[in-house]
């Protein structure tokens, strides 16, 4: 196993509600390495959190915006055109800005020696609810 460390790109996935209103809600990380030729979307939809910023919200059709995102990043079949591109420019398409309900936030950039282990750490920190801590004991309470 390498642990050379490459540089990668990565996207936050927001969902966005009512655009007029701009709150949004963390539903995914797109994340690209180059040098890897990797690129993987991994997306975890927090009903309750979007349903509290829109009760009418469109879950289905957010769901669906989310899997195009996998299948395109995978070049699962009906990924459609998008899916067919080189890696470089399936991620540069996924991450242009636009004013849907799911929408790319900006680019950020970092080092990794596994981009797939790194997709997972993103979407853990970024999106998914923190995870409350155990319960502690009189050995935690003297440190």
């Keep these: ?5 490459h540089g990668f790109e ?4 927001r969902v966005v509600p009512r655009v007029d209103r701009g709150e949004m809600v963390n539903a995914g990380v797109l994340l690209y390495c180059r040098p ?6 991994r997306v975890a939809l927090d009903a309750e959190r979007v349903l509290a910023l829109d009760p009418a919200a ?4 957010i ?4 899997a195009a995102v996998v299948q395109i990043c ?3 079949p009906g990924a459609g055109s998008a899916g067919l591109q080189d890696i470089g420019r399936r991620f540069r398409w996924l991450t242009a800005p636009r004013s849907t309900v799911v929408q790319p936030g900006p680019v950020h950039t970092g080092l990794t020696a596994d981009p797939d282990a790194e997709a997972d750490r993103l979407l853990a920190a970024l999106v998914l ?3 409350p ?4 004991t009189a050995h935690d309470l003297r440190d």
Excluded at 1 to 5: F, I, T
Excluded at 58 to 61: E, I, K, R
Excluded at 63 to 66: E, I, K, P
């Design 58 to 61: 469109d879950l289905d059709g």
């Design 74 to 76: 995978e070049q699962q």
């Design 1 to 5: 196993m390498s642990y050379e460390r």
């Design 36 to 41: 890897l030729r990797f690129l993987a979307a």
């Design 133 to 136: 801590p155990g319960p502690r």
């Design 10 to 13: 990565y996207a936050v996935l």
């Design 129 to 131: 609810r923190p995870q």
């Design 63 to 66: 769901a669906r915006a989310l």
